[in-house]
Structures are given as structure tokens and as C-alpha cells.
């Protein structure tokens, strides 16, 4: 892991520690969360030599975990902090200078911070209770370690919107099935890949196992 990478992990390690340092004896919840990520199937561009094209390189789905504390200070609002380490996996159709093309394949890592503001559908101390969410978030996009790619990682921002449900298994432990469409930036600096301005679709499944305090 780069220096760059770490300080991007421990910063917002560090900032869910304090925010829930802060709480204790209160309504809040730490929940460890597990996720399918159905990427985007926007083009990147391209790192090929020749004939290369917008669509050479794109993602396919992946996989994910991550951590999300919340604090449910209100009877029908809360709000959140959370970390998810995604693993989409980066697909390249590369033509060199000369022979035949190339097929790249790897899972990327990509660091993703974020907070949320939850509008709850039901009071506290249901059973079930249904959700709105919505926030902004920080991705940190490490290089694929491709042999023609050479730039940088990329970092980016966006927002997000999803609906939810968390459902009480018993007295400090509930169960939270989720929705969410991450919406940013397109990643890394690929040739033909001017567009990175245009707006990049995760859409996230996710199952998390939240204790409340």
C-alpha cells in the first residue's frame, strides 16, 4: 500500500473512531456490511498503441466490505459515517504498436469514504424500520498494475441515494439490507478517456450485521 493510500485509510479510520468515541451510552450502531458492486459499463478508454477506442477498457462487477457507524439521534433521523474497500474488476482490450491485441484483466482496489444523512419511515424501537439515505463520498481508485498503463492513481468525489431496511433481530442487533447508487467521476487517466467529467453508476447490494449501544 502507497503512503498516499494509507493516509487516505487511516484519516477516515480515524474520523470513525472519534465520531463514535463521542456517543457511547447513546443510540448508536456499528454495523460491518458485505456488498455486491454492479458497476458501470462506461467506457474508460484506452492505453492501446493503435485503433484503440473509448470502450477498450471498462469495469465489470465486483465485490466489497466495509464498516458504517451511525448515529440515530432523532426518532426518525440519523446520520451516518463508513468505509467500503471495493474490488470491481477492470477489464482492457489493448492493441500494441505491432502483434496481435492484448486482453487485461485485474480486480482493482478502490477506497471509498463516506456520510450519510438516513430518514427513517418508522420510530425507534420497531421491529422494522425502512430508509431513505443520501450523502456525498470520496473515492481513491489505486492504478491497475498494467505494464502500459504508468500515470497515477486517481481520486474522485461524488454522491449517493439508496433505500434500505433495518430489521431487529433482538435487543442490540439488527439486521440491514440495502440499495444504494454511487454516483462519481470517471477514474484514471486513460488515452481517449477526456470524458472523465461524465458521471460514473456503482450500484451497490449490500447486507450488514449492525449492534446498537
Known sequence: MSLGSLRF?????????????????????????????RMSRK????VSARNGTESDIKFTDGYGAGLRITKNHWN????????TLN???????????EGDPIRRQERVIVHQAYFSMIGYMMPKLE????????????FL??????PEYDDKSTKNFGGHVGIGVKLKLMNHANL??????????????????????SRLHQLEASLGFGITF
Not at 467506457?43 to 484506452?46: I, P, V
Request: hydrophobic share 35%; aromatic share 18%; charged share 20%.
Open 141 to 146: 481508485y489505486k492504478k491497475p498494475k498494467w
Open 76 to 83: 426518525y433521523y440519523g446520520m451516518e459515517l463508513g468505509y
Open 9 to 37: 485509510v487511516c484519516l477516515h479510520a480515524g474520523a470513525l473512531l472519534v465520531f463514535a468515541a463521542t456517543g457511547f451510552g447513546q443510540d448508536w450502531e456499528i454495523a460491518p456490511t458485505f456488498s455486491f458492486e
Open 127 to 138: 421491529r422494522w424500520r425502512p430508509y431513505l439515505i443520501g450523502g456525498g463520498q470520496g
Open 176 to 197: 440491514r439490507l440495502e440499495v444504494r447508487d454511487w454516483i462519481g467521476g470517471k477514474p484514471y487517466k486513460f488515452v481517449l478517456g477526456e470524458d472523465t467529467g
Open 87 to 97: 474490488r470491481p474488476r477492470l477489464n482492457g482490450f489493448i492493441t500494441p504498436e
Open 43 to 46: 467506457g474508460l478508454g484506452t
